[in-house]
């Protein structure tokens, strides 16, 4: 049976065991918790054990490095919402 999914090992530039954490500014308890794949590609204020980190961001699920003025900020980069939404959600766009 072939393989298919991700094949290519995912680039790390920081501790993925460490706490990983993403300002989320419009909800209730702002920062979150979240896993290695989620923190390297968010565009917008990340933390590792309560400190600031200012590294690159990677295009969701690849080792791509972008830019971030190029994407939305404080969402993941490369990450469709619009195709992820429910057809209520849809309707209220």
């Keep these: 049976m072939e393989?298919?999914?991700l094949l290519v090992?995912?680039?790390y530039?920081?501790?993925t065991a460490a706490n990983l954490e993403i300002l989320m500014p419009e909800s209730k308890y702002k920062w979150y918790r979240v896993t290695s794949v989620n923190f390297r590609s968010f565009n917008g204020k990340r933390r590792i054990n309560g400190e600031e980190y200012k590294g690159p961001v990677y295009l969701f699920q690849t080792?791509?490095?972008v830019d971030k003025s190029?994407?939305?900020l404080d969402k993941y980069a490369g990450w469709n919402y619009k195709e992820r939404l429910t057809l209520n959600e849809k309707f209220r766009l």
């Design 3 to 5: 393989k298919k999914g």
């Design 9 to 11: 090992k995912m680039v």
């Design 13 to 15: 530039d920081f501790n």
């Design 63 to 65: 080792n791509k490095r």
């Design 70 to 72: 190029k994407y939305d």
